[in-house]
């Protein structure tokens, strides 16, 4: 296990993740024409989005997330009313993480903000899922195939639903929505 840095790109917003290993997140591409959105609405398609339009995600709970620095800088989008949050930093657009609200102990941190450097395969481990897939942008070269992972999926895979479901009770039972970097104590975001 180890703590990876997390940074914006232009360094004003710093934190930390912690115990960050293959088996404690879980690394998966969504290929979701939101995720599309919000690179394009923060200007960040170019390094946000692979050759298909995926953005690559490491899925862990709030209380392994520190922000130790520009914690003010954080913004967040949310595309639909109903739609997650999406914060990313106001300092360079960088995008941060995804999360569905301040009770549910999950986020998505997006990989523009890990300092992993070359080793994120090592880290993070290989692509576990990749999802959503009918939002990716073909390849115009069809001799070329999409990005393998070790499940692919049309849509949401109902196996990966279950392990999502399975953690969230359990992470929920032992309060791993806290400490929260993005929402204070009373449920409401640390920006407006
Ligand atoms: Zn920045
Ligand atoms: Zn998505």
Redesign the pocket.
Same mark, same amino acid.
């Given at each position: 296990m180890a703590d990876i840095a997390l940074e914006c790109s232009c360094g004003k917003v710093k934190g930390v993740a912690r115990n960050i290993s293959p088996t404690t997140g879980r690394r998966v591409i &969504?290929? &979701? =024409?939101? &995720?599309?959105n919000?690179a394009k609405k923060i200007g960040r398609t170019d390094d946000v989005l692979n050759a298909h339009g995926g953005?690559d995600?490491f899925q862990i709970t709030p209380s392994q997330v520190e922000i130790t620095q520009g914690q003010d800088q954080l913004r967040y989008l949310k595309l639909s009313e109903k739609g997650i949050y999406r914060w990313y930093t106001n300092c360079c657009q960088t995008p941060a993480g995804?999360m569905v609200g301040p009770k549910l102990p999950f986020i998505g941190i997006v990989h523009n903000f890990m300092a992993c450097g070359d080793d994120s395969e090592k880290v993070l481990g290989p692509v576990r899922y990749s999802?959503?897939e009918q =939002?990716a942008i073909k390849p115009q070269d069809t001799t070329k195939s999409m990005p393998s992972a070790e499940k692919s999926a049309g849509k949401f895979p109902i196996g990966l639903m279950i392990k999502i479901f399975a953690r969230l009770f359990i992470d929920k039972i032992q309060g791993k929505n806290r400490p929260n970097a993005f929402f204070k104590s009373d449920g409401t975001p640390v920006s407006e």
């Amino acid at each position: 296990m180890a703590d990876i840095a997390l940074e914006c790109s232009c360094g004003k917003v710093k934190g930390v993740a912690r115990n960050i290993s293959p088996t404690t997140g879980r690394r998966v591409i &969504c290929y &979701c =024409g939101d &995720c599309q959105n919000f690179a394009k609405k923060i200007g960040r398609t170019d390094d946000v989005l692979n050759a298909h339009g995926g953005t690559d995600i490491f899925q862990i709970t709030p209380s392994q997330v520190e922000i130790t620095q520009g914690q003010d800088q954080l913004r967040y989008l949310k595309l639909s009313e109903k739609g997650i949050y999406r914060w990313y930093t106001n300092c360079c657009q960088t995008p941060a993480g995804n999360m569905v609200g301040p009770k549910l102990p999950f986020i998505g941190i997006v990989h523009n903000f890990m300092a992993c450097g070359d080793d994120s395969e090592k880290v993070l481990g290989p692509v576990r899922y990749s999802v959503m897939e009918q =939002g990716a942008i073909k390849p115009q070269d069809t001799t070329k195939s999409m990005p393998s992972a070790e499940k692919s999926a049309g849509k949401f895979p109902i196996g990966l639903m279950i392990k999502i479901f399975a953690r969230l009770f359990i992470d929920k039972i032992q309060g791993k929505n806290r400490p929260n970097a993005f929402f204070k104590s009373d449920g409401t975001p640390v920006s407006e």
